[in-house]
């Protein structure tokens, strides 16, 4: 068990719609990720949060957005969704902001639109 | 500049064999090169991690080749054991002032037979 909990851990909603996706990090952790897992883009980062504020951007759709809260737990939207949105979202987080600290990943959250 | 070139995709071995797990990278601004080992239904969990500083680090029967020259670096696991069945990421991430992210390789599903 990495620490690291991610709500639901399964979700089928319907094209169009609009989903959130829970996180809460390892206690003593600042560092919020979200990765994205589809069999054709392999692991894919989203977002990087560091107590609250938003501090790197990856691949992320302008219909995807996240925030962290002062608790430190986080929040992906998915809004609009479409069927390629279907992949398994994992959140991490690690204690610091820097390259090198070690990146713990939750379990996921696998998201299926239909 | 940012891709993770990882080989091979898939690898069959027997037990008590080595696996080898290959990865190039272009960005010379990765300053961190960490694996990852990701059981079905599971996030990726670390299992080691270098620095450009050294060509190699070995923990248990898991060893971390570093060719910076190359650009290349790879994972031996010696010993391979069934319980080491499982989809392996190379990852790569460079020091930047804001935040961090993990650019990974596309995975290598290994198979270790009894």
């Known amino acids: 068990d990495s620490g690291v909990t991610q709500t639901p851990k399964h979700l089928i909603t319907a094209t169009g719609q609009r989903v959130t996706l829970r996180c809460s990090p390892r206690?003593?952790?600042?560092?919020v990720y979200w990765y994205q897992q589809s069999l054709d883009q392999g692991l894919q980062f989203l977002i990087h949060?560091?107590?609250?504020?938003?501090?790197a951007k990856g691949n992320i759709l302008e219909r995807f957005s996240a925030q962290q809260f002062p608790d430190l737990h986080s929040e992906l939207n998915l809004s609009s969704l479409e069927l390629g949105d279907s992949a398994l979202y994992f959140c991490?987080?690690?204690?610091?902001?820097?390259?090198?600290?070690?990146?713990?990943f939750g379990e996921g959250s696998w998201l299926t639109v239909v | 500049q940012q891709q993770v070139k990882q080989s091979p995709q898939s690898l069959i071995v027997q037990k008590g064999g080595i696996s080898i797990i290959n990865c190039a990278y272009e960005n010379t601004a990765f300053d961190y090169f960490p694996w990852y080992q990701q059981f079905p239904g599971k996030g990726p969990a670390l299992l080691i991690a270098?620095?450009?500083?050294?060509s190699e680090k070995k923990e248990g029967r898991f060893t971390i080749s570093f060719n910076k020259s190359a650009k290349q670096f790879s994972l031996h696991i010696m010993d391979s054991q069934p319980g080491d069945s499982a989809t392996y990421f190379c990852a790569a991430s460079r020091r930047e002032t804001s935040g961090s992210r993990l650019t990974f390789g596309e995975g290598t599903q290994l198979t270790v037979n009894p």
């Open positions: 270098i620095r450009p500083d050294v």
């Open positions: 991490a987080s690690s204690v610091g902001v820097s390259s090198g600290n070690t990146i713990y």
């Open positions: 206690s003593g952790d600042l560092s």
């Open positions: 949060y560091y107590n609250g504020e938003e501090r």
